[in-house]
């Protein structure tokens, strides 16, 4: 092949041969460069070819014994067997890892190099086996959960708890979210394995009732005093008309629509003075006699001394629902959990939370 000043190449008609490697003769500004063909075809191969786990064992036998027939006998396998794996991983590869001779075979420099990365891979595997086994054997795993803050602050804690009891190499994480969607968008990206919510999701999940958690009313307690005729019995209910006089601190609508649609069923706009996301925020804009708001029972815990607790008008639940991606293929650990909590809500550990 001759190459000109323009970086054309055209084949040459005198291709001179050294045993079995053909040598290309390349011209270029006048000057001529040999190398041998061999290299070129073991690179042309690299696409055809996948390195494969036997390939990496054969490679380490090889090596460890320093002679194909040894390795071969060791592995049970021929020695052509050997000899072939060997050649078709150094044309996956495109260089040579052994120097063959009456004396056995020993690594080339690259070869080296290649021997450690396969004895690293090897490491990788055993741990991928170790680990497998553990997850299905309920000796390792994990379990992942997404959900709100009401769950993770009042009813995980003690879960995980006792589920440390029964199986304390299994670790639990937690991640904390203000909406559903961001749950659901957990367990469908494999980031969780069980999700707390409060609506029903779509299909492509499996949920159900673990609880339900009412709404309440929470006054400051001046206007509780002052305003309502000294009301001091905590549970009392009130009216329309008594709940539309105060100025309400809610979450966004986006979050709490069924608050709003609640009231809005029985003709009552709410007067919302402050939007803010965050529960405990809420509580403590209370507290501070900056207005009332209405809230689920378990989200509003610990409720401050100061804080009157009132019932609506007429009683709203949410639904507090456990989901998981349908047709997941689970470990031992998660369906551990899972039959921890169901066994916990069949014995009544998780009522209706009222005031």
């Known amino acids: 092949m001759q190459i000109n000043h323009l970086g ?25 460069i040999a190398k041998p063909a061999r290299a070129a075809q073991l690179m042309k191969l690299n ?15 090889v090596a460890k014994s320093g002679s194909f027939s040894e390795a071969a006998l060791h592995l049970e396998m021929s020695q052509s067997a050997v000899s072939n794996a060997i050649a078709s991983l150094e044309a996956t590869l495109g260089v040579e890892l052994f120097c063959r001779g009456r004396h056995g075979a020993s690594p080339t420099p690259i070869g080296i190099q290649m021997i450690a990365h396969a004895h690293q891979m090897q490491d990788v595997l055993t741990a991928m086996m170790r680990d497998a086994h553990s997850a299905r054997s309920l000796q390792g795993g994990q379990v992942r959960i997404s959900s709100f803050r009401s769950v993770s602050t009042h009813i995980l804690p003690s879960l995980i708890a006792q589920f440390y009891q029964q199986y304390p190499q299994i670790p639990v994480s937690v991640l904390e979210h203000f909406d559903d969607l961001s749950i ?23 949920t159900w009732e673990l609880m339900r958690d009412e709404y309440v009313v929470l006054l400051p307690a001046h206007m509780g005093k002052l305003e309502m005729g000294k009301l001091e019995k905590i549970g009392v209910s009130l009216s329309w008309e008594q709940l539309s006089a105060y100025p309400l601190i809610m979450g966004p609508e986006e979050f709490d629509r069924h608050i709003y649609a609640h009231c809005a069923l029985y003709g009552k706009a709410l007067q919302v003075a402050y939007y803010l996301k965050e529960d405990s925020t809420i509580v ?3 507290a501070q006699g900056l207005g009332a708001t209405i809230i689920p029972r378990l989200a509003a815990e610990p409720i401050p001394a100061s804080v009157q607790v009132c019932n609506l008008p007429v009683p709203l639940f949410r639904m507090i629902r456990v989901a998981v991606l349908a047709n997941a293929l689970q470990i031992p650990a998660v369906f551990a959990f899972l039959d921890l909590l169901k066994q916990q809500c069949q014995e009544g550990k998780f009522g209706a939370i009222s005031a």
Do not use: C
């Open 47 to 61: 696409s055809e070819h996948q390195i494969k786990l036997s390939q990496l064992r054969i490679l380490l036998a």
């Open 8 to 32: 054309d190449a055209r084949l040459s008609p005198n291709l001179p041969q050294r045993g079995n490697n053909f040598f290309l003769e390349i011209s270029y500004a006048n000057r001529s």
């Open 284 to 286: 403590s804009m209370v």
């Open 184 to 206: 659901a968008e957990d367990l469908r990206k494999g980031r969780a394995d069980i999700g707390f919510v409060e609506r029903t999701l779509s299909d492509e999940f499996d």
